[in-house]
């Protein structure tokens, strides 16, 4: 559990930048009269969730990131930090706009470059990957088709992830330390054993990429302070400050 402290505290710090009601900008102390306890009550309830279901993680992790990229509303721990949601849902913006994995390292930057996020930010916050898992039909043509795998890993998710049917078998995106969040991800990239083929475009002899997965892979303390800055960025993306948006009375759904 220890290893998810790191996640806890940026899940917690990204959040807390979020808060915007009634504000023009983002801001880290907005709650700090009205709710001074607001960080260690999101944090007791993030962990006690986590301890329950380790994949929350990686579900909160992913969802921020498709949160910030589009406008896909509030769930509820964010309505509850008082953060403005959105007040439409567009199903082929959203289609648009998240990368998919079939994607190449040149779409891959330019989808990162359309929100203002930098090649770095690309690698470092490809790095959530070390957590969580995908779906045989995400991951079938990575496996089947792509020369940059391992032939043994390869082989073995062959045996999980069928050539037609089985789309929802689900697969660690690291299969060393799957619900730990560490730097190991990276490791996988230069052994070429990563599940998605977005992933191993990051290691695929474009020098700046792979030298960045290099410095990642050797420096753990690197990748998590790297990590954390990125976040930042990525949760400033688009918010709705002042009077945009609303909030939202129901979570799942526009008032
Ligand atoms: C670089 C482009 C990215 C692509 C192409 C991509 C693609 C994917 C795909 C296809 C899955 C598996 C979904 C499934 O099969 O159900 C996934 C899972 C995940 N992604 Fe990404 N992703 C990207 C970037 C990110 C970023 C920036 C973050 C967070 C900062 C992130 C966090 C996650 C997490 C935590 C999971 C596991 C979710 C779970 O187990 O519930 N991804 N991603
Ligand atoms: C968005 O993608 C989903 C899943 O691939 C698909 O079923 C849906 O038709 C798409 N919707 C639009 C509006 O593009
Ligand atoms: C949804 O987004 C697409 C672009 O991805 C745009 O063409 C369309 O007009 C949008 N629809 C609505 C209802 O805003
Ligand atoms: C792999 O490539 C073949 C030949 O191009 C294609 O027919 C097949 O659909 C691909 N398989 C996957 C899983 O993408
Ligand atoms: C990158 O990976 C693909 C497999 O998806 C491969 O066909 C291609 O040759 C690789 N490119 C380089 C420059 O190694």
Known sequence: MASYHFLLFFLVAAFAISEADGKKKLSTDFYCSSCP?????VNEGIISAIKKETRIGA???????????????????????GRRDSITAN???????IPAPFLDLSALK??????GLSVNDLVVLSGAH???LA???????????????NALYAKTLQSKCPRSGNDNVHEPLDYQTPTHFDNLYFKNLLAKKVLLHSDQELFNGSSTTDNLV???????DAFFKAFAKSMVKLSSIKPLTGNKGQIRL??????
Not at 135 to 149: G, L
């Open 59 to 81: 579900s909160l992790l992913r969802l921020h990131f498709h949160d910030c990229f589009v406008n896909l509303g509030g769930p509820s721990w964010k309505v509850g930090l």
């Open 135 to 149: 779906r045989c039909v995400n991951f079938r043509a990575h496996i089947y088709n792509d020369s940059n795998i």
């Open 110 to 115: 330019t989808n990162f470059a359309n929100q």
């Open 250 to 255: 129901n979570c799942r759904k526009a008032n």
């Open 130 to 132: 070390t957590i969580g």
């Open 214 to 220: 290099k410095k990642y892979a050797t420096n753990n």
């Open 91 to 97: 199903r082929s913006d959203a289609n648009n706009s």
């Open 37 to 41: 306890e607001l960080l260690s009550i």
